[in-house]
């Protein structure tokens, strides 16, 4: 029985999505929910990156586009866009991204850590790097994709 609590254990599920031509991914249990990219009220006087805010349920929710804070090249959100809505240290964002792709069951093992090549502050945002049969997904780490400074600005 042990064992068996070993390998769920050893295994992570992925929601998969791609910002422009790179496809990324963010533990399922950190995803609340997936939606179609409503319509935002933009803000004055954010961050490049913060497209405005929506209403989910009667909440102001705030909505970071992934591919200006990463500063890559997206396909410049369209009709198929969504945004992945995530808990980040007890509050609610919305990260925008081109698609959402599928759901993966990779096993720990599978997972390498960021190449050396991928230091400084990009190389903070990534968990690992897992490796699917003829591609790569770039895992990331959410709870360092914006520092307590950012979020509290949200």
């Known amino acids: 029985m042990s064992e068996k609590n070993e390998n769920v254990l050893s295994s992570l599920?992925?929601?998969c999505f791609k910002i422009g031509t790179e496809e990324y991914g963010i533990d399922i249990l950190k995803v609340q929910e997936i939606l179609k990219l409503p319509n935002i009220t933009?803000?004055?006087?954010?961050?490049?990156?913060?497209?405005?805010?929506?209403?989910?349920?009667?909440?102001?929710?705030?909505?970071?586009?992934?591919?200006?804070?990463?500063?890559?090249?997206?396909?410049?959100?369209?009709?198929?866009?969504r945004?992945?809505?995530?808990?980040?240290?007890?509050?609610?964002v919305g990260l925008a991204i081109d698609s959402v792709s599928h759901v993966i069951k990779v096993k720990s093992e599978?997972?390498?850590?960021?190449?050396?090549?991928?230091?400084?502050?990009?190389?903070?945002?990534?968990i690992g790097i897992a490796k699917m049969e003829n591609s790569?997904?770039?895992?990331?780490?959410?709870?360092?994709?914006?520092?307590?400074?950012?979020l509290t600005s949200m």
């Open 13 to 15: 599920q992925i929601v």
């Open 42 to 81: 933009k803000l004055p006087k954010t961050e490049p990156y913060i497209m405005g805010v929506i209403d989910l349920r009667g909440r102001v929710i705030p909505i970071a586009d992934l591919s200006i804070k990463f500063g890559i090249e997206s396909g410049n959100l369209k009709g198929n866009s």
């Open 83 to 92: 945004a992945v809505v995530v808990d980040i240290g007890g509050k609610q």
């Open 110 to 126: 599978d997972i390498e850590p960021p190449p050396p090549i991928v230091k400084g502050i990009s190389g903070k945002y990534i």
């Open 136 to 150: 790569f997904v770039v895992i990331l780490d959410i709870n360092k994709i914006f520092t307590t400074q950012e």
